[in-house]
């Protein structure tokens, strides 16, 4: 419950957040153009609070990164991709 009430009140415009791609096995960079709305008929209905973003072609590949830096990312992404 407390990631969803920081996702949709702590997450503003213009923040930029990091997405991990399992299949590239890569962080993905955007930025928050719109901050948190609630539509379930949009994506997938069952996760209707969304966030719209531009896609800012910024990555970071997770094997050149170190460990510490994996364990941190690891605890905070939104595994979404």
């Known amino acids: 419950m407390n990631q969803v009430w920081r996702f949709s009140r702590e997450i503003q415009s213009g923040d930029r957040i990091i997405s991990y791609s399992k299949d590239k096995r890569e962080y993905i960079i955007e930025k928050v153009i719109e901050p948190h709305f609630f539509n379930k008929s949009i ?4 996760y209707p609070n969304t966030l719209k973003v531009n896609w800012e072609n910024k990555t970071v590949e997770r094997d050149n990164l170190s460990q510490a830096a994996k364990n941190s990312l ?3 992404c ?3 991709l």
């Open 43 to 46: 994506g997938n209905p069952d």
């Open 74 to 76: 690891g605890s905070v």
């Open 78 to 80: 939104f595994n979404s």
